[in-house]
């Protein structure tokens, strides 16, 4: 009787802690970095935006349905384009490379339920 009693108890605690295993959380919210520089003193604006892809620099500036890159009047202009996409300004950080500030602007969007 002991022979099958502890092959059973054995299988039983496996299954039991089979079952307790919870599910991962589902994502709410997804985070991007935007980053902004100026050509010609201003007039043009470009924007380069980072999902976490493991990409260039070189290779993340926004672009439109045709290929090409996106183009802003100011920074604002660029702002208010990724406010219109549904992401939400949460923070700006100043970083400083060779005598030359970069703003970069952390925004967030809701995750559309699936």
């Known amino acids: 009787m002991k022979k099958l009693l502890m092959p059973l108890l054995f ?6 802690i089979s079952f307790a295993q919870e ?8 985070y991007c970095d935007a980053f902004m520089w100026e050509k010609t003193f201003g ?13 260039k620099k070189t290779d993340e500036k926004l ?3 045709a290929g090409n890159p996106l ?3 100011s920074p604002i202009d660029a ?9 939400e300004l949460v923070n700006v950080y100043v970083l400083r490379e060779d005598r030359t500030d970069y ?8 995750v559309s339920a699936q």
């Open 11 to 16: 299988i039983l605690c496996l299954t039991s």
């Open 23 to 30: 599910q991962p959380a589902k994502r709410t919210e997804e």
């Open 43 to 55: 007039k043009q604006v470009y924007l380069s935006v980072d999902f976490g892809q493991s990409k």
């Open 63 to 65: 672009l439109d349905a």
């Open 71 to 73: 183009v802003f009047n």
């Open 79 to 87: 702002l208010n384009y990724l406010n219109r996409q549904g992401w």
């Open 103 to 110: 703003r970069h602007y952390l925004m967030k969007r809701k």
